[in-house]
């Protein structure tokens, strides 16, 4: 969720602007995808240390995880200040350190009865879709309508954040999330980043120029992966139920 506080400044910095890089979405679309092959790489990585030495994974699991937000914020940084000769490789890593910290929920996936490869291809594809339609929805959004959605957005991400945060402190102390609640919150967040992802088409081109496409397709690839996380997780809880 380290997306959470970049959105918000996003959000800022675009509110009440014009167009200032028409052409950055188009410019980071390719960039996007070579992130989301390169995480799909990291999670086989993950998958195959897993298997192979489980406790040697528990330990490269938080080496990365950690690795992962510093390297999100310093690559962010840069990308932002459109030095991309040194955000690209920066932003390589961060998406295979990505990967490798989803190889976790990928392995539960695929020992989930009723979820498994299928549910794999259904989150991906889910996020296809909402892709497509957000670009439709968002692009066209007048000036009103995508800043009342971004707000709205915007406090709904903090909510989220609150909640999980929540469950991460009781889960120290052994108390498990109900089904029902896992469901809600899954669905919940589903329909959040669906909604964060309208928002994108509408913010990115008003917050960044055309050559800091690095950084709007760090923002895109942030929506699209914690999109197919929560698809995942309510695909989980719904088929992980006694």
Do not use: H
Request: glycine share 12%; aromatic share 10%; proline share 2%.
């Amino acid at each position: 969720m380290s997306n959470t506080s970049n959105f918000r400044q996003i959000m800022a910095e675009a509110k009440g602007q014009s167009l200032i890089g028409p052409n950055v979405i188009k410019n980071a679309l390719p960039y996007l995808g070579g992130g989301l092959v390169l995480t799909a790489a990291g999670t086989f990585g993950g998958l195959s240390v897993m298997q192979g030495n489980p406790g040697l994974f528990m330990t490269t699991f938080w080496a990365a995880l950690i690795g992962n937000f510093i390297l999100f914020f310093v690559a962010m940084r840069v990308a932002q200040s459109g030095n991309n000769a040194t955000a690209l490789p920066l932003l390589t890593l961060y998406s295979l350190l990505s990967g490798y910290t989803l190889s976790g929920i990928i392995y539960l996936a695929l020992q989930t009865s009723g979820v498994g490869i299928q549910g794999i291809g259904i989150a991906a594809l889910g996020c296809g879709v909402t892709f497509v339609v957000a670009r439709s929805v968002g692009s066209n959004l007048s000036e009103e309508d995508g800043i009342a959605l971004s707000k709205t957005v915007s406090l709904a991400l903090i909510g989220l954040v609150v909640v999980m945060l929540l469950q991460v402190v009781l889960g120290f102390f052994g108390i498990i999330t109900p089904t029902f609640l896992e469901v809600a919150i899954s669905a919940f967040g589903v329909l959040l980043f669906a909604g964060v992802s309208v928002v994108d088409f509408f913010v990115l081109p008003r917050t960044y120029r055309d050559d800091q496409y690095l950084a709007a397709s760090l923002s895109m690839y942030l929506t699209y992966i914690n999109l197919f996380i929560f698809i995942l997780r309510l695909l989980i809880a719904l088929n992980g139920r006694d």
